[in-house]
């Protein structure tokens, strides 16, 4: 298989490093190249953090302090809830052609941590590296909890006026 190298004006040296995240200009360059692509790092977190949340096996995302931040938030009115609700629990680093993802997750009981884990890792590097054109380097996760079906009914009686 040849290789696509294309040399742009007088210069000898073919372009061999081209990312579709930053291109070369000029009248030369094919449209889709010219100019610099810049993806926020909100944009990598919702993407990792919608992933993980498909895989099944994952209860949430977010640390004990995290969620309960989190779900406080959800209930005002204006405070962006929604989108805050899909970066909670995920950080990343963004470079001009790499990215780092670091989880934190809670597990439903009774699953193969290992690998829901390994699910997870997969879902979140495809759908990042599919949509943004960014490699992902790595995927860290820590697991905060495991989710008992009974949790939530306790809590919810506990809550209950007598």
Known sequence: ??????????????????????????????????????IADGVVAKIAGT????????????????????AVRERVPGSGGAGAAATRGVKVEVGERQAAVDLDVVVEYDVSIVDVAGEVRTNVISSVERMTGLEVVEVNIVVDDVHLDDESEEADSEDRVR
């Open 51 to 70: 992933a993980a949340r498909e895989v099944p096996g994952i209860h949430s995302l977010g640390a004990g302090m995290a969620r309960a931040f989190g």
């Open 1 to 38: 298989m040849a290789d696509n190298i294309t040399s742009v004006g007088g210069d000898s040296r073919p372009e061999t490093d081209v990312s579709p995240l930053k291109g070369r200009t000029g009248a030369g360059a094919p449209a889709e190249t010219r100019g610099r692509t810049t």
